[in-house]
């Protein structure tokens, strides 16, 4: 029977065997005609987790554009950590285990260090929508100070989500009452500052300050880092290097600033405390962000630009400051590219978080902005901006910082001498530099 039925189909199933075989040789050879289990997948599903400061306003549109974000790039997770407490010492400890989050935003002064530790990646400008790093930067005012405190060789290691400067708040009824315009009368110079100050001063018949014309901070070492290493850099000298006449000058003048009975550690508060309780008429270690607090305070108000020396090399105001959108280097590279596609999301809204949080990023866009336009004096900020510099992009900054706290609290507090207190900060500053080589 088996014979039979081999015989029946042999000679009319041979053309059918033949069109069979042509078949699967033509599928064979052509294998872009069959779908594959790659392009049935789509993209790779990838999952980045994303560390931000639990600044309530910001987590709010941070958490309404990373849903639209996941809405529009369904084969990207975010898992976000809005971390309450102690955000700057997790992130650090994570990252110099070799661990962390996939995308964090921190501050420039711990920049130098991330990037020393290797653990952070340059920009994908590619995977961002742009054909190179020069096309990304201009979309900022003034790139090459704006951005500067995130590069490195060349090569910009993150995307800004806060760009900052202090700036001078100036309370103009206490102006008023001292017989001064805060439009015309405001010091344009460190030297000037002296003579004003001195009149917008009021003390007790003790002789203690009741009203403080201006004050520097006094107790943040990061802080002073950015107002007394701006002074010296305005002179042409470098905060890394005291021995120096510049580094002198600017010292020199916080402890005159003490001991003339103009202000000093034992006056200073916190941040905006003095001139929320109007008992100082200047205050130059506020940011843009300062503006509700003070508006809520009811206090009439102008912002200045913080004074330069008289014979400034250049118009470096108080340093620029900035939190970067900032990628881990040790992550996947798909993370790593999904990583930097969220911080681009995030920050490409930039007239939504400066309506809604006070935080501005300089982008182009923004700066031209209605929203920009009507919120008073960030014109001031901005223009402080492109002019202004970094501090130092070094590891470790925070411990430098605390070096020239001590040199300044020897000297005011302990009564060394100026050049002693500064040589011993130098040996320092040498010691912290000459580990991180």
């Not at 872009?32 to 990838?46: F, I, R």
């Not at 849903?67 to 990207?76: D, G, K, Q, V």
């Not at 420039?108 to 961002?128: M, R, W």
């Not at 510049?246 to 006056?267: F, S």
Request: aromatic share 12%; glycine share 6%; charged share 20%.
């Amino acid at each position: 029977m088996s014979r039979v039925f081999v015989k029946r189909l042999t000679l009319p199933a041979i053309l059918v065997l033949i069109l069979l075989a042509a078949t699967v040789s033509c599928s064979v050879a052509n294998p872009e005609s069959q779908p594959t289990d790659v392009e049935d997948a789509g993209p790779e599903q990838v999952t980045v987790v994303y560390w931000g400061h639990n600044f309530t306003p910001r987590v709010e549109l941070d958490e309404k554009y990373i849903a639209e974000f996941m809405e529009l790039n369904p084969h990207i997770t975010v898992e976000y950590e809005a971390i309450p407490t102690d955000f700057d010492q997790k992130l650090r400890t994570a990252l110099a285990a070799g661990t962390g989050p996939d995308l964090f935003a921190q501050w420039n002064g711990d920049i130098g260090t991330f990037y020393a530790q290797g653990a952070i990646a340059p920009v994908a400008f590619e995977a961002i929508g742009y054909d190179s790093q020069q096309a990304f930067m201009d979309l900022y005012v003034a790139p090459e100070n704006t951005l500067q405190g995130a590069m490195f060789d060349g090569k910009l290691y993150g995307i800004p989500n806060e760009l900052s400067i202090y700036g001078c708040y100036v309370n103009n009824r206490l102006f008023e009452e001292a017989g001064l315009d805060p439009d015309t009368d405001f010091p344009a110079t460190w030297e000037e500052m002296l003579v004003v100050a001195e009149k917008l001063t009021k003390r007790d018949d003790e002789g203690r300050l009741v009203q403080r014309g201006f004050d520097f901070s006094w107790s943040n070492s990061v802080w002073m880092f950015l107002e007394y290493g701006a002074m010296v850099r305005q002179l042409g000298g470098s905060e890394l290097n005291l021995l120096t006449p510049e580094a002198e000058k600017a010292m020199q003048y916080w402890v005159d600033w003490e001991a003339n009975g103009l202000g000093g550690p034992a006056y200073f508060e916190g941040q905006m405390s003095g001139f929320i309780a109007e008992e100082l008429a200047i205050e130059c270690d506020m940011g843009s962000w300062a503006r509700p607090g003070v508006l809520e305070a009811g206090i009439d108000y102008t912002v200045k630009s913080v004074p330069i020396w008289e014979n400034a090399v250049n118009q470096n105001h108080f340093d620029i400051y900035a939190y970067f959108h900032m990628v881990n280097s040790r992550s996947e590279p798909a993370v790593q590219e999904a990583a930097w596609q969220l911080a681009e999301y995030l920050d490409s809204h930039p007239a939504d978080y400066l309506a809604h949080t006070g935080l501005l990023q300089a982008r182009v866009e923004v700066v031209e902005s209605e929203t920009f336009q009507n919120i008073p004096f960030l014109d001031v900020f901005l223009d402080q901006m492109t002019t202004s510099m970094y501090s130092p992009r070094i590891a470790r900054f925070t411990e430098v910082a605390d070096v020239l706290a001590r040199v300044r609290d020897r000297i005011i507090v302990e009564g060394m001498d100026l050049k002693e207190s500064m040589a011993i900060g130098q040996e320092e500053i040498d010691s912290i530099l000459s580990e991180t080589r």
